[in-house]
C-alpha cells in the first residue's frame, strides 16, 4: 500500500512540474510574439511607405512626360504603354494586350481622352436615335464620367472594372461587327484608357495614403 501512495504521490508531482513548464513556455511565447508584433508592424508599414512613394514618383514622372497639362490631354500610344510597363504598373500581358488594343487604334482614333469623351456623346446620340433603351448608353454615360473624374484628387465611386467588362462584351458581340472602323477602334481605346485608369487609380493601391500622391492628377 506505501509503495502505491509513493508511486501516485510522485506521479502527481510530474505532472504538476509538466503543467507549470507549459505555462512557464507559453507565457513565454506569448511575451515573445508580443514584443515581436510592433517590430513587424513597423517593417511592413515602413515597406509599404517606401512602395507608395515609389509608386507616386513613376506616376509623377508619367504626368510631366505625357499629360502636363491634365489627364486628358494624355494620349494612349504605344509609347505610354511601354513606359507603364517599365515602371511596373502594368504586367507583361496585360502590356501586351494594351499594346495590341492601342496600335489598332492609333492610326484611325483620335487617342488623347478629350477625344474620346467627345466619341462617346457622339456614339451614345446615335444609339439613343437608333435603341433609346440600349444597354450600351449606360456604360458608356459611366465611362465619360470616369474619365471626367480623373481630374479630381479623389477617385470615382463606378465600378471602373465592370464598365471595362461591359465595353468588352459589346466589342465581341454580333451587334459590334456592324460598327464602322472608327467606332470599332475608338471602343477598343476607350477600353485600353479605363484600363490604364484603373491601374492608375488610389483604389488599386494597398493604402489610402496613395491619395495625396495621386494629386498630381489635379494639376492643370
Known amino acids: 500500500m506505501q509503495t502505491i501512495s509513493a508511486t501516485a504521490n510522485q506521479s502527481a508531482a510530474m505532472t504538476a512540474d509538466t503543467a507549470a513548464q507549459k505555462q512557464v513556455s507559453t507565457s513565454v511565447t506569448k511575451d515573445s510574439q508580443t514584443e515581436a508584433t510592433p517590430a513587424v508592424t513597423e517593417k511592413t508599414a515602413a515597406t509599404e511607405s517606401v512602395a507608395l512613394s515609389s509608386r507616386a514618383q513613376k506616376i509623377q514622372k508619367l504626368n510631366e512626360e505625357f499629360f502636363p497639362s491634365g489627364p486628358k490631354s494624355l494620349q494612349i500610344t504605344s509609347t505610354f504603354i511601354e513606359r507603364l510597363h517599365e515602371y511596373g504598373l502594368i504586367n507583361d500581358s496585360e502590356a501586351d494586350r494594351l499594346s495590341t488594343a492601342v496600335s489598332a487604334a492609333e492610326d484611325s482614333s483620335p487617342n488623347q481622352l478629350k477625344d474620346l469623351t467627345l466619341f462617346i456623346g457622339e456614339f451614345s446620340e446615335q444609339l439613343k436615335k ?91
Open 130 to 220: 437608333d435603341t433609346p433603351t440600349h444597354s450600351l448608353i449606360d456604360t458608356l454615360d459611366r465611362a465619360k464620367s470616369i474619365i471626367d473624374q480623373l481630374d479630381a484628387a479623389k477617385p470615382s465611386a463606378i465600378n471602373i472594372k465592370g464598365v471595362i467588362a461591359e465595353l468588352s462584351q459589346y466589342r465581341n458581340s454580333e451587334e459590334a461587327k456592324s460598327l464602322s472602323d472608327a467606332e470599332y477602334s475608338s471602343l477598343t481605346l476607350l477600353e485600353a484608357s479605363l484600363t490604364i485608369a484603373d491601374k492608375l487609380s488610389p483604389e488599386t493601391a494597398s493604402s489610402e495614403k496613395i491619395n495625396h500622391y495621386l494629386k498630381i492628377f489635379n494639376q492643370s
